[in-house]
Every structure is written in structure tokens, then in C-alpha cells.
């Protein structure tokens, strides 16, 4: 089955670290550029971060950067946040998305059921 | 650069509904639509303006002038009732922008 599964969500500590995992099943994770999108509580989308199919390209919203980074483990087909310095305002759902386009347009066509992290 | 979405649209069953989305000189950028049900992730709906995912039905379409992109739900049903998402992508920086969403309620 084709899907996305997020883990890593929990309750922390502002100031504190944490990883979120994203996990691909039923297709080659680095086939395709990922994407981290976050929803805070009763509120909109939002952006965070991209990393390119072939690793070469990084990108963070500006509201994260330089306190979030992106790396692959392509042999267990996953994507990994890592979040440094967590704010009260990074409390959010946080979703991995698939992004089958090569080079800019991108958008989503997959999505896993999102991981909840709580900054309190 | 902002995309702006209306917070609610509202529809009787079998009629029309249209969600629009706002930017500056948007008719020249690609815009994708999604749909997002309560405790749900959203969902890829209209992509690439006009295209639909496998298993979307084709009442969603997709049209825009030089400011905005409006999303068309023809024949609305109940089960269609959720946010519904603009995006885009800025290429001046290599951003991702959503505009804020759209409740669409269906009366």
C-alpha cells in the first residue's frame, strides 16, 4: 500500500529537540522531492520544508529557519526533521507530503496522517 | 506575496460552489487545490490548474484571470463539506505558499 507514516510527535519542552520521522511504504521515498507542511490547532496550512529527491536541495520557511534541518536514510525509505531551539508557536500537526515534480511547482500528492508535537 | 482565500462559502446541495484565491498576477503561476475533512489530511483535489488526481471526481475544476484562481465544485453533495486549500509555489524564493482556506459549508 502507498502511504506516508509520520512518528515521532510528543509533548516538549520549549528550548528542547526532537526528530520527526517519515516513513515511506509501497514506493522509493527518494524517487521524490518531501515535503514537511504543518497545521497548528483550528489553524491553516503552512509550509516548512522541502528536501529534493536527489538530496541537493534544502529549503525552510523562514519561520524555522536555522532551527530545523532535513536528512534521508535512504535504506529505510524515511526522511527525518530534526527540530533544535522548539518554540511554544511550532506547536502543530506536523504532515510529510510527497512532491512528484523535479524542479519547482511543486505540490503534494501524497500525505501521511500527521504526527502532533506539543511545545509547552 | 499572500495568497487570500474567503474563511467560509456556503451551498445548498446541487448547486454550484466556487472558492476563490487571490494573488498578485496569480493567472501566471501554476495553483493546486486541496481538501481537507475534519481530523483528515488534506487531500490533492486539482493540480497544475486544470488536472485531477486518479478517483477525483470531475465536478472540481480549476479556472483563473490575472488575480485569481477559483476552485468550481459542481452538483456540491454533503460529502464535500470541508476546508479547501490554495498553493502555489514562489519562485522568486523557493517557497511553498498556502492561502489560508476556505470552510465550505454545505447547507
Redesign the interface.
Known amino acids: 500500500q502507498v502511504q506516508l507514516v509520520e512518528s515521532g510527535g510528543s509533548v516538549v519542552q520549549p528550548g528542547r529537540s526532537l526528530r520527526l520521522s517519515c516513513e515511506g511504504s509501497g514506493f522509493t521515498l527518494s524517487d521524490y522531492n518531501t ?1 514537511w ?1 504543518r497545521q497548528a490547532p483550528g489553524k ?4 516548512v520544508a ?1 528536501l529534493s529527491y536527489d538530496g541537493k ?1 534544502k ?1 525552510f ?1 523562514d519561520s524555522v529557519k536555522g532551527r530545523f534541518s532535513l536528512f534521508r536514510d535512504n535504506f529505510n525509505n524515511m526522511v527525518h526533521l530534526q527540530m533544535s531551539s522548539l518554540r511554544t508557536e511550532d506547536t502543530a500537526m506536523y ?1 510529510c507530503a510527497r512532491d512528484p515534480t523535479v524542479i ?6 501524497l ?4 504526527t502532533l508535537l506539543t511545545v509547552s | 506575496y499572500v495568497l487570500t482565500q474567503p474563511p467560509s462559502v456556503s451551498v445548498a446541495p446541487g448547486q454550484t460552489a466556487r472558492i476563490p484565491c487571490e494573488g498578485n498576477n496569480i493567472g501566471s503561476e ?1 495553483v ?1 487545490w ?1 481538501q ?1 475533512k475534519p481530523d ?5 483535489v486539482v ?2 490548474d486544470r488536472d485531477r ?1 486518479s478517483g477525483i471526481p470531475d465536478r472540481f475544476s480549476d479556472s483563473k484571470s490575472a488575480n485569481t484562481a477559483t476552485l468550481t465544485i459542481t452538483t456540491v453533495e454533503a460529502g464535500d463539506e470541508a ?1 479547501y ?1 490554495c ?1 502555489m ?1 514562489n ?1 522568486s524564493n ?8 476556505t470552510k465550505l459549508t454545505v447547507l
Not at chain 1, 500525505?111 to 500527521?114: D, K, L, M, N, T
Not at chain 2, 483528515?40 to 490533492?44: G, N, R
Not at chain 2, 523557493?94 to 482556506?101: N, P
Request: hydrophobic share 35%; net charge negative; no cysteine.
Open positions: 515535503h507542511v491553516g496550512l503552512e509550509w522541502i536541495t529549503g520557511a504532515y519547482g511547482g511543486y505540490y503534494f500528492d500525505w501521511g496522517r500527521g | 501554476a493546486h486541496y481537507q483528515q489530511a488534506p487531500v490533492l493540480y497544475d488526481p476546508d486549500y498553493q509555489w519562485s523557493d517557497h511553498v505558499l498556502f492561502g489560508g482556506g
